[in-house]
């Protein structure tokens, strides 16, 4: 129903900048969101956009203040702006769509149905 492409990882230093990128194609959704994983972590929640006529954001704690969540709809592309990045953000980011109800930092990540293939991220201290 959606595909889902994500580009734009890589490796940086502390404190410097990368934006992440996904295309959709095939169905749209309103609402998308920012995943990532850690080695021998859980699949978290990142950052989530409801990007209907009154666009809202929701953030994790740990990015509040330096990451942003943005779409533009005629595009069909979600971005994740990652500034003053800290080795603790290294983690494979995921690009996931779903129904605006799944698309929360509360909601379980196995509710989500559709996701990309991940890029990596790796901030170096």
């Known amino acids: 129903q959606v595909r889902l492409v994500e580009s734009g990882g890589g490796s940086v230093q502390e404190g410097e900048s990368l934006r992440l990128s996904c295309q959709s194609s095939?169905?749209?959704?309103?609402?998308m969101g920012w995943f990532r994983q850690a080695p021998g972590k859980e699949r978290e929640g990142v950052a989530f956009?409801?990007?209907?006529?009154?666009?809202?954001?929701e953030y994790t704690d740990s990015v509040k203040g330096r990451f942003t969540i943005s779409k533009d709809n005629r595009k069909n592309t979600l971005y994740l702006q990652m500034n003053s990045m800290k080795p603790e953000d290294t983690a494979m980011y995921y690009c996931?769509?779903?129904?605006?109800?799944?698309?929360?930092?509360?909601?379980?990540?196995?509710?989500?149905?559709?996701w990309g293939q991940g890029t990596q991220v790796t901030v170096s201290s």
């Open positions: 996931a769509a779903d129904i605006c109800s799944r698309m929360h930092l509360t909601r379980p990540t196995r509710e989500v149905n559709f």
């Open positions: 095939g169905m749209r959704y309103r609402c």
């Open positions: 956009i409801d990007a209907g006529r009154d666009v809202s954001t």
